[in-house]
């Protein structure tokens, strides 16, 4: 199609130009309630924050927990940075990305009038996020890696952010088969996230090859994209049929540090709670024992226990107390 930075440029226009309220946005409906969103949810962000730019609701399938610092490529206005700093809590943190001046200047505004201050929205491009390495627990989107002229590289990046074990959930437009000539040439249909779409197979593929696991399909509908080529509108079913709106789990791989964190304290409760060292014995002074359930789990548990003293700098006489050798 066109060259990468000018097709950048021209998402950057349109969009700057939405963000000041100007034209209408590029789904087939702006009402955001169609794509899952809540009344309760919209009534919940700041006014002017929803703009029905998305094509799906990914925070209904993230599974957010409090404390957690999430990552939204192309937050827009943003409606679903504010709706995950409610889920995430005080203790939780969310960054929004977003390469449109207007875009992140509206969203600061709007966070500054409502006093949200677990939210940070930053000018920067999806494909060279401005985000530390490992620094976050989730990653979404919502209709917008389709515009991307790298789509490699935005998951790329999105996998370079994300803690081990952390989650990938966008929303996105895909394509069932290819489109038309004249459709994948028209820079309406491109900025209207139907151009730009990639297969579907394609999608995943560029996921997996990121790094990331468990890449699934999480939901999927019809866009019902309606479009203007050459100087048009046309919804013709030919090829309107086979533009999807899908939503995607992915898994960074590795263990998650609040997953290790819990599985090691299990082993310290079960350490301290049965087993020959809680009774003021050593590993090697009684043999494994199946009734007791000390076996080689216990062993385990012993280095798990360990290792969490160690990290919390305890000494070696403030874990469980080995036998008196006297």
């Known amino acids: 199609m066109r060259g990468g930075e000018r097709l950048k440029r021209l998402v950057r226009e349109r969009y700057g130009r939405l963000a000041r309220g100007a034209g209408s946005c ?5 009402d955001s309630r169609s ?7 919209l009534s919940s962000v700041p006014e002017g924050a929803d703009l029905g730019l998305g094509c799906g609701s990914p925070l209904a399938l993230a599974a957010l927990k409090p404390g957690e610092t999430v ?16 889920m995430v809590g005080a203790r939780g943190r969310v960054i929004g990305v977003d390469m449109t001046p207007e875009m992140v200047g509206r969203a600061r ?25 490992r ?21 790329g990046e999105a996998l370079r952010v ?19 000539q004249r459709v994948r040439e028209s820079l309406d249909a491109y900025l209207g996230c139907v151009a730009g779409a990639a297969l579907k197979r394609d999608y995943l593929s560029m996921i997996q090859s990121a790094g990331f696991e468990r890449v699934r399909v999480l939901s999927e509908r019809s866009y019902g994209a309606c479009v203007t080529v050459g100087g048009e509108e046309t919804t013709p079913a030919r090829w309107a049929r086979h533009v999807l709106s899908v939503t995607v789990g992915a898994r960074r791989p590795g263990e998650a540090p609040r997953a290790r964190a819990a599985r ?10 049965d087993g020959p060292l809680a009774r003021g014995k050593s590993w090697d002074e009684r043999p ?22 160690r990290a919390r700098g305890q000494g070696e006489g403030q874990g469980p107390r080995p036998r008196d050798e006297g």
């Open 135 to 155: 620094s976050a627990d989730v990653v979404i989107s919502n209709c917008v890696i389709n515009l991307s002229p790298d789509k490699r590289r935005v998951f």
């Open 109 to 133: 505004a709007s966070a500054r009038e409502h006093g949200y201050r677990n939210v940070d929205f930053r000018l920067g491009a999806i494909e060279e996020l401005p985000i530390e390495d």
């Open 162 to 180: 994300l803690r081990p074990g952390g989650r990938l959930v966008v929303s996105d437009v895909v394509l069932a088969r290819g489109l038309p």
């Open 35 to 41: 794509l899952g969103y809540t009344d309760e949810e």
């Open 71 to 86: 990552v939204d490529l192309g937050s827009g206005a943003g409606i679903d940075c504010f709706l995950a700093a409610r």
């Open 264 to 273: 090691l304290k299990g082993k310290i409760i079960r350490l301290q709670s």
């Open 288 to 309: 494994p024992s199946r009734e007791r359930g000390d076996g080689p789990v216990l062993r385990g548990a012993v280095e798990g226990g360990r290792e969490v003293l």
């Open 26 to 30: 590029c789904a087939p409906t702006c």
